[in-house]
Antibody, heavy 124, light 109 residues
Framework: QVQLVQSGAEVKKPGASVKVSCKTS????????INWVRQSPRQGLEWMGW????????NYAQKFQDRVTMTTDTSTSTAYMELRTLMSDDTAVYYC?????????????????WGQGTLVTVSS | EIVLTQSPGTLSLSPGERATLSCRAS???????LIWYQQKPGQSPRLLIYGASSRSTGIPDRFSGSGSGTDFTLTISRLEPEDFAVYYCQQCGHSPPCTFGQGTKLEIK
């Protein structure tokens, strides 16, 4: 079955960087994009961006454009999300989710499945 | 950016009752790209409905989605105990960004 397994919880100081991994299995990694979404009590669910593992193309949300880098390693079917210059407001659970797009008569798109989430805590 | 507003914020109902959850967009959303998720405490979001009205694999038929344009609805026809959770709508088309609603918490009355 399709699985996305994320790396463990992180504690970081303000100004530091964090890199979260998302190891996939059960499907052809390069056939689907990977989205990154974070969730905090204050901001709810926030879409951070998307990467196409087949060519490395990315789309980042404007809010994170200057601080985020999404990459993939096709040899291990793993996606990575690095967020720099962390602030306390970046404390959240970070999720990866497979991007599914297909067309019968018209295109549809959805995120499925999601990884288990990685808690990133930013605190001095 | 398309803003999605969900209502009500909290819905208190009893098992067996019908739940109607609303998702309103700040501008027209293609039905193809309107999605509903369910999230239970301590779990990741789970896909329920895509294309505004198509149930994901394994989702019971008591869940249904409808709507078009700027107004979308998730209906649960007869609530089961396991349906009490938070529900999110999302729009995610070919033009970024994807956005989420703030969620509706469905709680047991």
């Amino acid at each position: 079955q399709v699985q996305l397994v994320q790396s463990g919880a992180e504690v970081k100081k303000p100004g530091a960087s964090v890199k979260v991994s998302c190891k996939t299995s059960g499907y052809t990694f390069t056939n689907y994009g990977i989205n990154w979404v974070r969730q905090s009590p204050r901001q709810g669910l926030e879409w951070m961006g998307w990467i196409n593992p087949s060519n490395g193309n990315t789309n980042y949300a404007q809010k994170f454009q200057d601080r985020v880098t999404m990459t993939t390693d096709t040899s291990t079917s793993t996606a990575y999300m690095e967020l720099r210059t962390l602030m306390s407001d970046d404390t959240a659970v970070y999720y990866c989710a497979r991007d599914v797009q297909w067309r019968v008569l018209e295109w549809v798109r959805y995120l499925d499945p999601w990884g288990q989430g990685t808690l990133v805590t930013v605190s001095s | 950016e398309i803003v999605l507003t969900q209502s009500p914020g909290t819905l208190s109902l009893s098992p067996g009752e019908r739940a109607t959850l609303s998702c309103r967009a700040s501008q027209t959303v293609s039905s193809n790209f309107l999605i509903w998720y369910q999230q239970k405490p301590g779990q990741s979001p789970r896909l329920l409905i895509y294309g505004a009205s198509s149930r994901s694999t394994g989702i019971p038929d008591r869940f249904s989605g409808s709507g078009s344009g700027t107004d979308f609805t998730l209906t649960i026809s007869r609530l089961e105990p396991e349906d009490f959770a938070v529900y999110y709508c999302q729009q995610c088309g070919h033009s970024p960004p994807c956005t989420f609603g703030q969620g509706t918490k469905l709680e047991i009355k």
